[in-house]
Every structure is written in structure tokens, then in C-alpha cells.
């Protein structure tokens, strides 16, 4: 199990995966919660490390549960949408459709709702080193304070410490919502 810095090696941690198109969302806030059949095992309070699905999954990071709320799927609400990062409550089932194929209106789910506390600089690193250079390729229009950071950060070879001490997150944000509304499908890879 790959290991991040401070992180107590004799504790054994929960773990949630995730396919590998929401790491992104998951490390910048956008996704907040996961919509699951059962509850995984986890309750409110739980520190819970964050992996990418597959034999090579990666960490994205560690945080707490905050609260896990049990409903049907007609119950799911906007709040419920945005947490789990989407705009419209037709997406989100759309979407849980492709994860569970038999999906019903009135089947039970679990909202896990959680809180990212310290992502993999690794993981965070190579993300958002991805996303800053499309948005100075695309020449996004931005605040020049914003585009100096990116490009600072792009060329620095201390990237993790940027990551750590500025508002680099806020502004990788704000690009990568931009790039996501677009009307081409915006989505990074990542390598297994």
C-alpha cells in the first residue's frame, strides 16, 4: 500500500476507490460525497484514504467522513447532486446507471459525504501540472496575478511547497471549471 508522508504506518486506514475520472474533481473539491449501495463499513468520523480503482490505483489523498445519510434514489436532492459534483440531478442518474446497471427510483442508497484533508502532492502535482498548462495553451482569460502563479508554478522544481503554501488550489479550480463547461468534452488521463 503506498504510503504518504505523517502518515501513521501501523494504523490501518479505510479505504473508499474511485474510477479515475473523479480524482481531479475529488482533489479540488468539486466532489464531495459518493453515492454508494451500502454504507462500505464507514461511519461519520472515520479517517479514510482515497485510491483510484484497479490494480494500480493510485492515492489520491486522505480525509474524514463527515456523514453518511441512507435514502432511496428519489430522494436524492440538489444538495446531494452538487456534493457528489454535478449541475443537474439527470446527470447524477445517469451516471449511477453506469455503475449499477439495475438501478430503480425507489432503490436504497447511501450519500457518503466527505471532506478531503491532505491530498497526495504526487497525485496533485501531476493533475495539476496538466491543468495549468492547458490553461495557458488555451490562453484562458484570467487574472494576470493567476496566470503568473501558473506559470511559476509550471516552471518551478519545488512544486509540492507551491502547492502547500499558495492559493494554487483556488485558481486550479476555477480552470479546471472553465475547461469542464466547455462544449468539448474536457477530460485528463492518467497513467495505470
Same mark, same amino acid.
Given at each position: 500500500m503506498v504510503r504518504m508522508r505523517g502518515y501513521s504506518k501501523? =494504523? +490501518?486506514? =479505510?479505504?473508499?476507490? &474511485? *474510477? $479515475? =475520472?473523479?480524482a481531479v474533481d475529488i482533489l479540488l473539491? !468539486?466532489? %464531495?460525497?459518493?453515492? %454508494?449501495?451500502?454504507? +462500505?463499513?464507514? *461511519?461519520?468520523g472515520d479517517t479514510v484514504e482515497f485510491y483510484t480503482k484497479g490494480p494500480k490505483g $493510485? /492515492?489520491?489523498? %486522505?480525509? =474524514?467522513? +463527515?456523514?453518511? #445519510?441512507k435514502k432511496k434514489v428519489s430522494e436524492l436532492n440538489d444538495h446531494d447532486v452538487t456534493l457528489e459534483g454535478f449541475s443537474r440531478r439527470e446527470n447524477l442518474l445517469a451516471t449511477l446507471s453506469t455503475h449499477y446497471k439495475d438501478i430503480k427510483e425507489g432503490d436504497e442508497? &447511501? #450519500?457518503?459525504? &466527505?471532506? /478531503?484533508? $491532505?491530498?497526495? !502532492?504526487? &497525485?496533485s502535482k501531476e493533475a495539476f501540472s496538466k491543468i495549468a498548462k492547458l490553461a495557458l495553451d488555451k490562453n484562458l482569460k484570467l487574472p494576470q496575478e493567476d496566470l503568473k502563479l501558473l506559470e511559476y508554478f509550471l516552471k518551478s522544481s519545488k512544486k509540492d511547497k507551491i502547492i502547500l503554501s499558495t492559493d494554487l488550489r483556488s485558481i486550479i479550480r476555477k480552470v479546471y471549471v472553465k475547461l469542464r463547461s466547455e462544449t468539448s468534452p474536457f477530460q485528463l488521463s492518467f497513467p495505470d
Open positions: 501501523d =494504523k +490501518k486506514l =479505510k479505504r473508499l476507490s &474511485f *474510477n $479515475r =475520472k473523479y473539491g !468539486i466532489k %464531495r460525497a459518493t453515492i %454508494r449501495k451500502t454504507n +462500505k463499513g464507514l *461511519n461519520p $493510485r /492515492l489520491i489523498g %486522505r480525509g =474524514k467522513i +463527515k456523514r453518511i #445519510v442508497i &447511501f #450519500v457518503i459525504e &466527505f471532506e /478531503l484533508e $491532505r491530498p497526495s !502532492i504526487s &497525485f
